[in-house]
């Protein structure tokens, strides 16, 4: 329902409001992050909680993003780290692909890519169950 509602909102106000791409990027990652957030925390308070913590500016400061750091100890790093660059290796891809030949994915649909793609999901997948749904097949 949040989703068909974003999209109400975008038909709507989509050709009235005109944003520089960088902010209508950031409206949709907040948007799509929020839609995530809500479908994922099942318990309405711990919701609420969570997003109180997302709006309130003076939770983004040095010291919340050490603490936040510290929760990633040991081998967590490293899955961190292997999935940030993993991310930063689509987005790149994406853009080349679109900046080269305005076809989107073209570069991550190559044979080989798609292997190596095939390869790294069968890898890491994990090896205990999740209750999460996307993450239940």
Not at 17 to 45: G, H, N, Q
Request: net charge neutral.
């Amino acid at each position: 329902a949040m989703h068909g509602a974003f999209l109400i909102v975008n038909r709507l106000l989509g050709s009235r409001i005109k944003l520089p791409p960088l902010a209508s990027w950031c409206v949709t990652m907040l948007a799509t992050f929020i839609a995530w957030l809500s479908f994922y925390e099942l318990r309405p308070a711990i919701l609420f909680a969570k997003l109180g913590t997302l709006f309130t500016p003076a939770a983004y400061n040095v010291a919340a993003l050490h603490e936040a750091a510290a929760h990633w100890a040991g081998p967590d790093q490293l899955v961190l780290a292997c999935t940030l660059g993993l991310a930063v290796v689509a987005m790149v891809l994406e853009w080349r692909s679109l900046a080269g030949r305005n076809e989107p994915y073209e570069l991550l649909r190559k044979p080989m890519v798609l292997v190596v793609l095939i390869v790294l999901t069968i890898i890491l997948s994990p090896e205990e169950q999740n209750d999460f749904i996307y993450f239940a097949f």
